[in-house]
């Protein structure tokens, strides 16, 4: 009874929280929503009270940026590149034990994603756990955190070297889950870079997932497997899918000593989506057919002062493509499939103060390459000069990145950190610098 009246409840919460997010709130009102919802969440855990498990993080930072940032490409708005204070996010977390093996973890989240400004509260992580001690794996359902990947297990600034994440998890391509492949993906209307379609990062940097994982303790403290069936490959950033979407995702994590860690991530599976905008070319065409591959590999290495933390992440997309503001049917009155991929990979390094107890100082390079050449249309081909210039020109159907990050960090207390970053990328002329000072706690 005590599991069957979890639900119910669990259930209308969720049901009521989709229903206030389909409306505008001012400031107070996301307030007064963002703890109304964690006191429903916290309701389920009553009979377990002495157990239950309350805690919260904020996190607030002064930022600015260069005279091309963007948020998609840097993560700095571009109304907001002259130097801004704000909170950055707030969070309350719930942990409530159903049974002495089950329990159940809620995490509700504002944020400044996408527009830099605070958006509504919305339920990240909702998660029934099955965790008996006496078996070496765990079964989760729900909405958990995605197993791909080594910087998804950092979900909390305070667990992060670094305050933005790496290329591959910030850096927005030029794939939509409704158009497709979209080479005017960068080039939208600012007001369209918080509320439109603005393209998807390689990988979801948030790190969440809907569906049903598990994680299996191979070999004891040496080799861990996480694998989860879900509703989405990790690049996709919805609660829900819109279509019926699956993907196998799992990360098989091998400590071979206590200074050395490896892991190799693996994702395949759907991730196109329904909207009014592709209803007129899904009725002949089965969205279901474009996927997302996704291979990774990260090391950790760690001795004395030191770490170094190296991730290298290949993604290879079959998908339509939205070219010239209209789906591209030119095969033949036919969706045209576009075969394309990139690889990331990133190094960073940590050094702790000895001398300044606390402290750190840390370097990160990365770069996103763009592997496929696409054809576009030559703006200067001239019909009745065949000769001249061709119909067609070839290049990358994205443009490769370089960024390179410098941080400071000092904790001030066992959960209070203190950074202070600077990166620059593409030119590197200063005109897509991002600077961040950032104060994150855990409470």
């Given at each position: 009874?005590k599991?069957?009246?979890?639900?119910?409840?669990?259930?209308?919460?969720?049901?009521s929280?989709?229903?206030?997010?389909?409306?505008n709130?001012?400031?107070?009102?996301?307030?007064?929503?963002?703890?109304?919802?964690?006191?429903?969440l916290?309701?389920?855990?009553?009979?377990?009270?002495?157990?239950?498990?309350?805690?919260?993080?904020?996190?607030?930072?002064?930022?600015?940026?260069g005279?091309?940032?963007?948020?998609?490409?840097n993560?700095?708005?571009k109304?907001?590149?002259?130097?801004?204070?704000s909170?950055?996010?707030l969070n309350a977390?719930?942990?409530?034990?159903?049974?002495?093996q089950?329990?159940?973890?809620s995490r509700i989240?504002?944020?400044t994603w996408?527009?830099?400004?605070?958006?509504?509260?919305?339920?990240?992580?909702?998660?029934?756990?099955?965790?008996?001690p006496?078996?070496p794996?765990?079964?989760?359902?729900g909405?958990?955190?995605?197993?791909f990947?080594?910087?998804?297990?950092r979900?909390l600034?305070?667990d992060?070297?670094?305050?933005q994440?790496?290329?591959?998890?910030?850096?927005?391509t030029?794939?939509?889950?409704?158009?497709?492949?979209w080479?005017e993906?960068?080039?939208?209307?600012n007001a369209?870079?918080?509320?439109?379609?603005?393209g998807?990062?390689?990988?979801?940097?948030?790190?969440?997932?809907?569906?049903?994982?598990?994680?299996?303790?191979?070999k004891?403290?040496?080799m861990?497997?996480?694998?989860?069936?879900?509703?989405?490959t990790?690049?996709?950033?919805?609660?829900?899918s819109?279509?019926?979407?699956?993907?196998l995702?799992?990360?098989?994590?091998?400590?071979?000593s206590?200074?050395?860690?490896?892991g190799?991530?693996?994702?395949f599976?759907?991730f196109?989506?329904?909207?009014?905008?592709?209803?007129?070319?899904?009725?002949?065409?089965?969205?279901?057919?474009?996927?997302?591959?996704l291979?990774g590999?990260?090391?950790?290495?760690?001795?004395?002062y030191?770490?170094?933390?190296?991730?290298?992440?290949?993604s290879?997309?079959k998908?339509?493509?939205f070219i010239?503001n209209?789906?591209?049917?030119?095969?033949?009155?036919?969706?045209?499939?576009?075969?394309?991929?990139?690889i990331?990979?990133?190094i960073d390094?940590?050094?702790?103060?000895?001398g300044?107890?606390?402290s750190y100082?840390?370097?990160?390079?990365?770069?996103?390459?763009?592997?496929?050449?696409?054809?576009?249309?030559?703006?200067?081909?001239?019909e009745?000069?065949?000769?001249?210039?061709?119909?067609?020109?070839?290049?990358?159907?994205?443009e490769?990145?370089?960024?390179?990050?410098?941080?400071?960090?000092?904790?001030?207390?066992?959960n209070?950190?203190?950074?202070a970053s600077?990166?620059?990328?593409?030119?590197f002329?200063?005109?897509?610098?991002?600077l961040?000072?950032?104060?994150?706690s855990f409470?």
């Amino acid at each position: 009874m005590k599991f069957q009246r979890f639900f119910i409840i669990y259930n209308n919460t969720l049901y009521s929280y989709t229903k206030i997010l389909d409306k505008n709130f001012s400031d107070m009102n996301s307030m007064k929503t963002f703890i109304g919802t964690f006191f429903l969440l916290f309701i389920i855990s009553v009979p377990n009270f002495a157990q239950v498990q309350l805690n919260g993080a904020l996190d607030l930072e002064l930022s600015g940026g260069g005279e091309h940032s963007k948020f998609i490409a840097n993560g700095i708005p571009k109304k907001f590149q002259n130097y801004n204070f704000s909170v950055t996010q707030l969070n309350a977390f719930l942990f409530a034990p159903i049974t002495d093996q089950i329990f159940f973890e809620s995490r509700i989240q504002l944020d400044t994603w996408g527009s830099g400004k605070l958006n509504p509260p919305r339920i990240s992580l909702a998660s029934l756990t099955w965790d008996n001690p006496d078996n070496p794996y765990v079964i989760r359902v729900g909405r958990f955190i995605s197993p791909f990947g080594f910087y998804t297990k950092r979900q909390l600034s305070t667990d992060r070297v670094f305050v933005q994440h790496p290329l591959a998890y910030s850096y927005f391509t030029n794939i939509s889950d409704i158009r497709g492949f979209w080479p005017e993906a960068g080039n939208n209307t600012n007001a369209e870079y918080e509320e439109g379609d603005v393209g998807l990062p390689t990988l979801y940097f948030a790190g969440y997932t809907n569906g049903i994982g598990a994680s299996w303790e191979i070999k004891k403290d040496k080799m861990f497997l996480d694998a989860a069936i879900t509703n989405g490959t990790p690049m996709t950033i919805r609660d829900r899918s819109t279509l019926p979407n699956l993907a196998l995702t799992s990360r098989l994590f091998y400590r071979t000593s206590i200074f050395w860690e490896q892991g190799f991530s693996f994702s395949f599976g759907n991730f196109m989506q329904a909207d009014p905008l592709n209803n007129s070319v899904r009725t002949d065409e089965s969205f279901q057919k474009y996927y997302q591959l996704l291979l990774g590999t990260d090391t950790k290495i760690a001795f004395t002062y030191f770490e170094i933390i190296g991730e290298i992440i290949y993604s290879k997309w079959k998908t339509t493509g939205f070219i010239s503001n209209q789906f591209d049917e030119s095969c033949g009155g036919k969706l045209c499939d576009y075969d394309l991929s990139n690889i990331s990979g990133n190094i960073d390094f940590k050094y702790e103060l000895p001398g300044v107890t606390g402290s750190y100082i840390a370097l990160r390079a990365e770069h996103l390459a763009f592997l496929d050449d696409v054809a576009f249309d030559n703006p200067n081909y001239d019909e009745n000069q065949p000769d001249d210039e061709p119909e067609y020109i070839f290049r990358n159907w994205d443009e490769d990145v370089s960024r390179l990050t410098a941080v400071f960090g000092y904790k001030l207390a066992p959960n209070v950190l203190l950074k202070a970053s600077f990166s620059d990328q593409g030119d590197f002329d200063l005109s897509e610098y991002a600077l961040r000072i950032q104060l994150a706690s855990f409470f």
